[in-house]
């Protein structure tokens, strides 16, 4: 499993969808987060949706917690980056 | 007013839906085509109704593809899953029947029909049997001619013991009686969102069974917002199947629509058994099928013909009095074949919105042309 090294990142899902459903399953952990769609997210898939952590509950704790509920769930990260531009 | 044309369109839509589209209408954007706010609402109200239905109907958020009609999703489940051997019923509406008549003239299929009339356990029979060599069954849950419900669970254990796949046509039972995609079993189950479900005209969708795993051809390609760079549509559901700006706001509304179904309840069989009562000992009028094998087994709907009136002139007198009925083929000439009504009837369906006092008023009228004839 890929440890999450930044503190503000960014989930890239496949599509919006999945960013929703994702949004859901973090918010009901308690770890609430934003669909972007932002320059990270179109270097992994050309036009997607990415899901990033808010600011006050982005720590890298959260970060690796949420990546694990995702992929639990059957939901395919495509890829982990940082919100630099957020 | 009196509208009995809920097998159509169910009648009225609520001020909750009318509003749930109101505002939807005023916020969205085009659905996950930007990260600018009206983008992202729009987005969210389609992921909030993928939520409802697929709470509503027992499947995942993501295996809910939402559709313009049911018409739609049919064509999408037919034409992207089903070839070969297709098994059909005696009873089929044309959204069912035209599609796989399309594949057979396009060399594409081999028809095989089984009579869906009789007990349930003759239509099981009858089923299974015709299940030999086949690839996929595409059959009608609830008849929009004469109400019968075709015994889903049943029916589709013994296709599955047969390796077919199950396409169901819900159109007519989807917010009239409980319906599970899980528990049921089937495939793939097409809704429409606007008929017992009250949501908005021009809104379905397709559900999709979370174990069925096929994948299916797409009938309709274009934009969907992700991977813009490739040449294929997405494999990812539900956008493999949906190309194209989706109506958010109107799916807003068929959320609410789904919600406001589970507070009300499903509606009982007071109305119908009262009209079905009625128009069977009625002097001049015939009852076509009507709910003989129990009303468990039917949605609200009654296909009757009064002697000597044709039934387009009696639906114009009704209409001329304020009581919308539908007379003619209902878009089901198998289904008038199977029942003997080659000249088409008036039918009557009853929504969950009807009051008893309503179907008085219909009765009377309808006896009074029942009388009238010499």
Redesign the interface.
Same mark, same amino acid.
């Given at each position: 499993m890929t440890i999450c090294m930044n503190t503000n990142c960014i989930f890239v899902l496949?599509?919006? &969808? @999945?960013?929703? =459903?994702a949004e859901?399953l973090l918010a009901s952990a308690g770890i609430y987060s934003t669909?972007? =769609? &932002?320059g990270e997210v179109a270097k992994v898939?050309?036009?997607? @949706?990415g899901l990033a952590l808010n600011d006050s509950g982005s720590n890298m704790v959260n970060c690796n917690k949420a990546k694990a509920i995702i992929e639990r769930n059957g939901i395919n990260i495509l890829g982990v980056t940082e919100a630099k531009d957020r | 007013m009196i509208y009995f044309d809920n097998a159509a369109t169910g009648f009225p839509k609520s001020g909750r839906v009318l509003a749930a589209m109101t505002k939807a209408y005023g916020l969205c954007g085009n +659905? #996950?085509r930007? #990260?600018h706010a009206p983008a992202?609402y729009a987005? *969210?109200k389609?992921?909030e109704c %993928?939520?409802t239905l697929a709470a509503f109907f027992g499947t995942a +958020? *993501?295996r809910v593809i939402l559709t313009p009609s049911a018409t739609i999703a049919l064509n999408m489940a037919i034409k992207g899953f089903a070839q070969n051997k297709v098994v059909t019923s005696s009873v089929e509406h044309n959204a069912v029947f035209r599609p796989l008549y399309s594949m057979w003239q396009r060399g594409r299929a081999d028809l095989s029909f089984f009579d869906a009339g009789g007990t349930d356990e003759q239509i099981v029979q009858r089923f299974t049997a015709s299940l030999e060599g086949a690839y996929t069954a595409v059959f009608i849950h609830a008849s929009n001619v004469n109400g019968r419900i075709l015994p889903l669970r049943e029916m589709v254990t013994e296709a599955h013991k047969s390796g077919v796949t199950t396409i169901i046509d819900a159109s007519q039972s989807a917010g009239h009686i409980n319906l599970s995609v899980k528990d049921s079993g089937a495939d793939i189950i097409c809704i429409a969102g606007h008929k017992g479900l009250y949501g908005p005209l021009g809104t379905g969708a397709m559900l999709i069974n979370p174990s069925f795993d096929m994948f299916a051809e797409t009938i309709i390609e274009g934009g969907? #917002?992700? %991977?813009?760079?490739?040449s294929e549509m +997405?494999e *990812?559901y +539900? *956008?493999h199947f949906e190309a194209g700006t989706m109506n958010a706001p109107a799916f807003a509304a068929l959320a609410e629509a789904v919600r406001e179904t589970e507070e009300e309840g499903l509606g009982d069989d007071r109305i119908f058994a009262k009209l079905y009562e009625s128009l069977k000992s009625m002097k001049n009028v015939t009852v076509h099928g009507g709910p003989e094998y129990g009303y468990d087994k039917y949605v609200p709907v009654l296909l009757f013909n009064i002697r000597k009136r044709n039934c387009d002139e009696a639906m114009t007198y009704l209409a001329a009095r304020g009581i919308c009925v539908r007379s003619g083929f209902h878009c089901a000439p198998l289904a008038h074949k199977a029942l003997g009504t080659e000249n088409g009837g008036i039918r009557v369906s009853v929504g969950r919105k009807n009051t008893l006092k309503e179907a008085d008023v219909l009765i009377d009228e309808i006896h009074r042309i029942a009388k009238s004839v010499s």
């Open positions: 496949s599509s919006v &969808t @999945y960013v929703m =459903k859901r669909p972007v =769609k &932002t898939r050309g036009c997607g @949706y | +659905p #996950g930007s #990260g992202i987005a *969210e389609l992921y %993928r939520e +958020p *993501e969907t #917002g992700i %991977r813009s760079l490739d +997405p *990812e +539900p *956008e």
